[in-house]
């Protein structure tokens, strides 16, 4: 300091200039000169209002000065430059100031310290460690951009990401363009991506408060992933910039993906699926289920699955049931179950249980199959397997049976011709002949049910066909029914056994009659028609092609469900004993059979009944004249 060559005014005024607190001491720590500066900063410091010593003043600090100040050998020079100390601070409520601390020693007995407070630079360092800390501490990949898209700032997870995708670390870095790092994906279009800079460049513009935006991309390395941007401005001395940060969203999309197909699957499932927590209450049905049961979903959430229960299912199937599923097996079986209409239907059913973390049961799962169809098929195949075996049974016991009543027939003709009428024994031949023709009218019934008669099949129009045996019809029924015919008025041409197809009507009528005691109403319509796919569908059997239909309606009891099943059976009659064979139908039905045909029956009890018999159709018809349209035959 004496090397200046100044004198000690003007270097006090030069010392008192200065920006820093500058203080004169002993080596011993006696305050010898305090700038106006100085005392202004440490005054605050002495816990008892003395000055005279600053080591006594920077207590804490006191030890590392000092051995710096004993342990420096030289007689003057620097003794520590830019010293950081923390001061505890004792009569402001201030915790700790930082000091920026020089040492010169001038003399042997007079040092010179130069202090400065950096406490709030050093907190200010500390607070922008700490942002970068948070900064640093989040997933999302965030980064700054000024004005013209340049990448400023970026944080931790933006470096990893790019340093995760292969060296892509320079061109997305500090420096380079925000708006040429990711490109549009090939699902995205070109527009989405623009419109994405379009947004962060209104940001940036100040147009644009800020926005959040998902969207797929392909990173600079070609990996394809789903993100989630923010946009925010910010403005520093009037120049713009935005803070972008961007959440990888891709697994979450891909598993949102997942769930949507999931739920798809679910959703357009042939099969019924539903959910319920671990008592039975239904928590879940897809629409398979309403579909089928009737019940909306608000019907079935919250009820218990047992609102499907009917008594046909065996106690002990939802006994094993459940011993299955609570153990966590899978169970599989079937329930006889019923509708909200009550109508029962049948299920083949899978249940499992759900789990949650800890391994818990929380929910069962049941996927049921509907088998009420295929039960219903079933039913129908065993019944006709059952109608065939016993049609060729019956067939075979009809055709000895009329051989045997030929010889019975025979004989008894030339009994009665052997005898006068005035015997005794004529009256016993004569009841022979009619019981044997019973019989053989009986076997040929037989034979008709197992299509096993001889035809004698020709082309001919139906109309003409149903106008001849017309009036053996009117025959039958009785006066109190009214007997109507409405034919087509075009020829229908038809291949058939005209004596068949006579019987079949003659049944048909026979049994409308005995429908309405009381009287009605008996129609024989006849039309052109078709099966087709939907048809087939409906009744589970048909041909496709073009079929004459009689369509045999009458106004009678009609039929109960029960009953339908089985009218078409031999021998099932609900008529009493000695009135009914039962026979009538399984004729009509063996001989449509014989002639490629198929009936229809409609019918309701008390609303009477429609018999629709299909013949097929065919091109050549004899030349008649026009069948009448429509015929009314009451007698
Ligand atoms: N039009 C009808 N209306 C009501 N029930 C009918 C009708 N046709 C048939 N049925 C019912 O179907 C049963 C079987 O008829 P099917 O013609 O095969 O035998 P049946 O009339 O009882 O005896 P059969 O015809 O041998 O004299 C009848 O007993 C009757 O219960
Ligand atoms: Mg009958």
């Known amino acids: 300091m004496t090397s200046l060559d100044v004198d000690n005014n003007e270097l006090l005024a030069f010392l008192y200039l200065m920006p820093v607190a500058v203080v004169g001491i002993a080596a011993d720590g006696d305050i010898k000169m305090l700038t106006p500066r100085a005392a202004a900063l440490i005054t605050p410091l002495s816990r008892d209002g003395d000055f005279s010593n600053l080591f006594s003043i920077l207590d804490p600090i006191t030890p590392e000065v000092r051995e710096l100040i004993h342990g420096y050998e030289g007689t003057c020079g620097v003794i520590c430059n830019h010293l950081t100390v923390p001061v505890a601070a004792n009569t402001v409520g201030r915790h700790t100031m930082v000091f920026d601390i020089n040492i010169h020693k001038i003399d042997a007995d007079n040092l010179m310290v130069m202090f400065t407070d950096i406490t709030n630079v050093t907190h200010l360092e500390e607070e922008l460690l700490h942002r970068t800390a948070i900064l640093d501490s989040l997933p999302e990949s965030i980064c700054v951009i000024n004005a013209e898209g340049v990448i400023v700032t970026i944080n931790r997870a933006w470096k990893n990401y790019t340093r995760e995708n292969n060296g892509i670390e320079s061109r997305c870095g500090i420096g380079a363009n925000y708006f040429s790092v990711f490109q549009p994906t090939e699902n995205q279009v070109e527009a989405s991506i623009n419109d994405y800079a379009t947004s962060i460049k209104a940001v ?102 047992s609102i499907l229960k009917s008594d046909k299912t065996p106690p002990e199937t939802f006994e094993k049931m459940w011993a299955t599923i609570t153990t966590g097996k899978i169970w599989e079986g079937e329930f006889i179950n019923k509708r909200k209409d009550g109508s029962i239907f049948y299920e083949h059913a899978t249940i499992s249980a759900l789990y949650d973390g800890n391994g818990a049961i929380t929910q069962y799962v049941a996927v049921k199959e509907d088998l009420t169809e295929k039960k219903s098929i079933m039913a129908q195949l065993i019944h006709s397997q059952k109608m065939e075996s016993i049609g060729e049974l019956a067939g075979g016991l009809a055709h000895d049976l009329n051989n045997i009543l030929s010889v019975v027939n ?63 019809i009117a025959r039958i029924i009785h006066d109190n029914i009214i007997f109507t015919l409405s034919l087509q008025d075009a020829p ?57 239909i009689i369509t045999a ?73 026009a069948a009448q349209a429509e015929d009314k035959i009451g007698k």
Request: charged letters at 20%; proline letters at 4%.
């Open 410 to 472: 025979g004989y008894a003709a030339l009994a009665r011709h052997e005898i006068g009428k005035d015997q005794k024994a004529y009256t016993y031949i004569d009841e022979i002949t009619r019981a044997s023709s019973r019989a053989a009218s009986l076997t040929h019934s037989l034979l008709a049910y197992s299509r096993k008669q001889v035809m004698n099949q020709r082309n001919q129009n139906l109309n003409l066909l149903i106008k001849t045996v017309s009036s053996f």
């Open 204 to 305: 940036l513009r100040g147009t644009l408060p800020g926005f959040v935006s998902e969207y797929d991309c392909h990173s600079p390395s070609g990996d394809c992933g789903w993100f989630s941007c923010r946009a925010n401005p910010f403005f520093i001395d009037g120049e713009s910039y935005a803070v972008i940060s961007h959440e990888n969203i891709t697994l979450r999309k891909r598993a949102e993906n997942n769930l949507r197909k999931m739920s798809r699957a679910v959703e357009q499932s042939p099969v019924t699926i539903m959910i319920t927590d671990t008592e039975g209450t239904i928590e879940f049905v897809n629409p398979k289920f309403t579909e089928l049961t009737g019940y909306s979903v608000e019907e079935v959430i919250g009820q218990k699955s």
């Open 492 to 548: 229908l041409g038809v291949n058939v056994d005209t004596v068949q197809i006579e019987q079949v009507l003659l049944n048909l009528a026979t049994n409308a009659r005995d429908a309405m005691p009381n009287g009605g109403a008996f129609t024989i319509a006849t039309e052109t028609g078709c099966i087709d796919a939907q048809f087939i569908t409906t009744h589970g059997y048909g041909e496709p092609g073009r079929y004459a």
């Open 553 to 625: 309606t009458d106004t009678g009891t009609g039929i109960d469900a029960r009953t339908k099943a089985r009218v078409f059976d031999p021998f099932f009659t609900t008529k009493e004993i000695g009135k009914g064979t039962g026979l009538g139908l399984a004729m009509v039905m063996g001989i449509i059979a014989q002639h490629g045909g198929f009936i229809d029956l409609q019918s309701e009890p008390g609303s009477g009944s429609s018999f629709r018999l299909y013949l097929p159709l065919v091109n050549e018809v004899p030349a008649a004249p």
